[in-house]
T-cell receptor, first 113, second 114 residues
């Protein structure tokens, strides 16, 4: 069955530290890849997405992600986190160019000043 | 700036009750989805619909049904609520041409079944 794995369940960082959240999926065909963020008490929001082209994708708020097809990975990065990045982050994948999204279990990020 | 709204933010029901969760989108989107969000499990797809009166099962449809009588409205129904259906329910919509990447999620309904 198709699945999405997020290896880090809870990450704690100090402000200005660099961030990398892992995401792997299990499917050999065409995929679309997404990272969503959910700030405390707020809606799920799209951070960035990859459909095709340049595998390095830049999103909002200084986030970027790199699609490495050979590793079935789509890791999220930010060079310097801020306290306001405290949130839960979800990786998601859609297969066969459908709109069905399969989500990972989420990573809770806490950033301390 | 309303996009996807859900009828209730918080709902408390008793075991065995029939529960209706309503979702309305104002973007003329073809596709609508219901997910549930549980700690440590992420979001799991319950049902989705690509058009009016059409529905397809997601990954965890057991205990749920849906209704899409109008394009803008997608209802999730718990025929006989059980305590294991206590969860956060999220509705989403997207355009058939632009895909889920152009879509939006609602604010969620936190359902507690006692």
């Amino acid at each position: 069955a198709q699945s999405v794995s997020q290896h880090n369940h809870h990450v704690i960082l100090s402000e200005a530290a660099s961030l990398e959240l892992g995401c792997n999926y299990s499917y050999g065909g065409t995929v679309n890849l997404f990272w969503y963020v959910q700030y405390p008490g707020q809606h799920l929001q799209l951070l960035l997405k990859y459909f095709s082209g340049d595998p390095l994708v830049k999103g909002i708020k200084g986030f970027e992600a790199e699609f490495i097809k050979s590793k079935f990975s789509f890791n999220l990065r930010k060079p310097s986190v801020q306290w306001s990045d405290t949130a839960e982050y979800f990786c998601a994948v859609s297969f066969h160019n459908t709109d069905k999204l399969i989500f990972g279990t989420g990573t809770r990020l806490q950033v301390f000043p | 700036d309303v996009k996807v709204t859900q009828s209730s933010r918080y709902l408390v029901k008793r075991t065995g009750e029939k529960v209706f969760l309503e979702c309305v989108q104002d973007m003329d989107h073809e596709n609508m989805f219901w997910y549930r969000q549980d700690p440590g499990l992420g979001l799991r797809l319950i049902y989705f619909s690509y058009d009016v009166k059409m529905k397809e099962k997601g990954d965890i449809p057991e205990g749920y049904s849906v209704s899409r009588e109008k394009k803008e409205r997608f209802s999730l129904i718990l025929e006989s609520a059980s305590t294991n259906q206590t969860s956060m329910y999220l509705c989403a919509s997207s355009s058939g041409t632009s895909g889920i990447g152009s879509g939006f999620f609602g604010p969620g309904t936190r359902l507690t079944v006692l």
